[in-house]
Nanobody, 117 residues
Framework: QVQLVESGGGLVQPGGSLRLSCAAS????????MGWYRQAPGKQRELVAR???????NYADSVKGRFTISRDNAKNTVSLRMDTLKPEDTAVYYC???????????WGQGTQVTVSS
């Protein structure tokens, strides 16, 4: 099974940018759809963005045009570039790997993103 380790996150002012990274290990990276989810206090975890090994991407409507997901299949990494951040983007962000073989999901430990002045 795959293991995921996230980095990045932190405190940023509204309108600012952050980049999250996730390193995967333990299995063939191409067997997974990679994604980012987030969970704000008192809310359910929601999909932010995901990308297949072939490169197909999809985004939550709330982040379209502001966030960009990118995966590097050679380095087994996936990143999330977040621009024009808003206070409502504040949440714990989780890296996710969904196996295309078993449909099982694997999660990183989560990283806090806080958008505040």
């Amino acid at each position: 099974q795959v293991q995921l380790v996230e980095s990045g996150g932190g405190l940023v002012q509204p309108g600012g940018s952050l980049r999250l990274s996730c390193a995967a290990s333990g299995d063939n990276f191409s067997f997974y759809v990679m994604g980012w989810y987030r969970q704000a206090p008192g809310k359910q975890r929601e999909l932010v963005a995901r990308q297949t090994s072939g490169g197909s991407r999809n985004y939550a409507d709330s982040v379209k045009g502001r966030f960009t997901i990118s995966r590097d299949n050679a380095k087994n990494t996936v990143s999330l570039r977040m621009d024009t951040l808003k206070p409502e983007d504040t949440a714990v962000y989780y890296c996710n790997a969904e196996s295309v073989r078993t449909r099982l999901n694997y999660w990183g430990q989560g990283t806090q993103v806080t958008v505040s002045s």
